[in-house]
């Protein structure tokens, strides 16, 4: 089992930034890719982004690419995802996930998730 709580979401204005943090319990977080997703009303959730064990390749969704950058502490058990330049558009509640060795980019390749924490981005 694999605990997550996330931390740092809040209200910011258009062209801000904003850091977020995710807490892994457990022991296996070294092992893991680990992603970042998230949910606005009414719309499905959407991958952010994501990064492999190590910490050495990243990927980012096409919405965020070149604003938000993601990585990981592993001597910490913790995932960030840096966000700038934020939009309106960006406003939504951020999930922290954990997936296996070599998860992708899909909710389905993805075994734990936190509570959430919600992002709004004032024009």
């Known amino acids: 089992q694999v605990q997550l709580v996330e931390s740092g979401g809040g209200l910011v204005q258009a062209g801000g930034s904003l850091r977020l943090s995710c807490a892994a319990s457990g022991g296996t977080f070294p092992r893991r890719t680990m992603g970042w997703f998230r949910q606005a009303p009414g719309r499905e959730r959407e991958f952010v982004a994501r990064i492999t064990p190590s910490g050495g390749t990243t990927v980012q969704g096409d919405s965020v690419m070149g604003r938000f950058t993601i990585s990981r502490d592993n001597a910490k058990n913790t995932v960030y995802l840096q966000m700038n330049s934020l939009k309106p558009e960006d406003t939504a509640d951020y999930y922290c996930?954990?997936?296996?060795w070599g998860s992708g980019s899909r909710v389905s390749d993805y075994d734990y998730w936190g509570q959430g924490t919600q992002v709004t981005v004032s024009s």
């Open positions: 996930a954990a997936g296996g």
